[in-house]
């Protein structure tokens, strides 16, 4: 028998997986699929305006956003775990992508999902990519001193960041989340932290719905409140079948 195929999903922060992937962390477990989130940071000092406000120290504000976090991933069927390495700003380090390759050698990914190497509105993203794609080439290399067999080379996609036309991003999939997109808001309802996000990413939802139909063929049977994530392929599709 087969193991199940695996998602790694790296987050930069302890929301990010949940608006930008959680439609395809839902889709992955109920096809009894495994789904590995790892965050990066809590959020804690850029996204949790609204503790702070509320005059919560530094560590209550990682608790929140930790139990807001493990509940969301809950909610998707999806392991996580939490690196606390700060944010705003994610410092990369050598330390942080030896833990990641230690992650990648663990899950033994199929598909990865992470951020687009650009945001000019939030730094911390781009370096959580970029540690994520450098710690998938290590993690491949034979003598590279970590534990585990030597990966293959699982393909990357990026998900969408919260200003598209910013950050490069030209969505070349579209992801037909329709089945799941009710685990995916239930997620996202975990994160009371960044309520202003629920509606935005559910607006944004149905738009990729639209392109999703529009690109899909007239001969799908797409239902008519079709919902979709959209990324971007890193490496190219091999295929001996063009579809």
């Not at 730094?123 to 990519?129: N, R, S, Y």
Request: glycine share 8%; proline share 7%.
């Amino acid at each position: 028998m087969t193991s199940p195929r695996t998602l790694l999903v790296i987050s930069a922060h302890a929301g990010d997986f949940v608006w930008r992937a959680g439609g395809a962390i839902a889709l992955a477990t109920s096809r009894g699929e495994r789904a590995k989130v790892v965050c990066l940071s809590y959020g804690e000092r850029g996204e949790s305006a609204k503790a702070w406000r509320a005059g919560r120290t530094l560590q209550e504000i990682k608790a929140i956003r930790r139990e807001e976090a493990e509940h969301a991933a809950a909610a998707l069927g999806a392991e996580i775990e939490f690196l606390d390495a700060g944010d705003y700003p994610l410092v990369e380090s050598r330390e942080l992508v030896d833990r990641l390759v230690g992650v990648y050698r663990e899950v033994v990914p199929d598909v990865v999902l992470t951020h687009p190497m650009a945001d000019p509105y939030n730094g911390d993203h781009p370096a959580a990519a970029r540690m994520a794609l450098q710690a998938r080439v290590l993690a491949q290399a034979i003598g590279y001193d970590a534990p585990g067999e030597p990966l293959g080379a699982p393909p990357v996609f990026f998900f969408e960041p919260h200003q598209p036309e910013q950050c490069d991003f030209k969505p070349d999939v579209l992801l037909d989340i329709t089945p799941v997109f009710g685990a995916k808001r239930k997620a996202m309802e975990c994160l009371p932290a960044q309520q202003h996000m629920w509606d935005y990413y559910t607006d944004l939802a149905r738009r990729r719905g639209v392109q999703l139909k529009r690109n899909a063929g007239p001969n799908l049977g797409l239902a008519h409140d079709t919902i979709g994530e959209a990324y971007m392929r890193l490496y190219p599709q091999v295929t001996d079948v063009l579809s």
